[in-house]
């Protein structure tokens, strides 16, 4: 199972940014993706999740309102378009894929990790 993330880059206060995160090696369509960052000395945390099919997200209340978390099931790819960006924004940003037909907000559930793209927001 591969997840590749892209999109990231550095950006200025106010701006927008969208990640992508292309997956292979598993039934796309069958797992829900979610979206974690990784400050700097901070601990992982979640930002979003999408079901499977698409049909339900949930959002960390630090991001609700500013991100929105899609997923093409036919290109095997998820998104997160993130905007209105603030320089507490800067992070590593991860997708990951628990296992198949799980909506889990918890690090700790998710079997596969892509490699990370880095965002920062400059003030």
């Known amino acids: 199972v591969q997840l590749q993330a892209s999109g990231g880059g550095l950006v200025q206060t106010g701006e927008s940014l969208t990640l992508s995160c292309a997956a292979s090696g598993l039934t796309f369509s069958s797992h829900a993706m979610g979206w974690f960052r990784q400050g700097p000395g901070k601990e992982r945390e979640f930002i979003a999740v999408?079901?499977?099919?698409?049909?339900?997200?949930y959002y960390a209340d630090s991001v609700k309102g500013r991100f929105t978390v899609s997923r093409d099931n036919v290109k095997n790819t998820a998104y997160l378009q993130m905007s209105s960006l603030r320089p507490e924004d800067t992070a590593v940003y991860y997708c990951?894929?628990?296992?198949?037909?799980?909506?889990?907000?918890?690090?700790?559930?998710?079997?596969?990790w892509g490699q990370g793209t880095l965002v920062t927001v400059s003030s």
């Open positions: 990951a894929a628990p296992p198949p037909n799980t909506f889990v907000v918890s690090k700790d559930g998710y079997t596969f």
């Open positions: 999408i079901s499977w099919g698409g049909g339900g997200t």
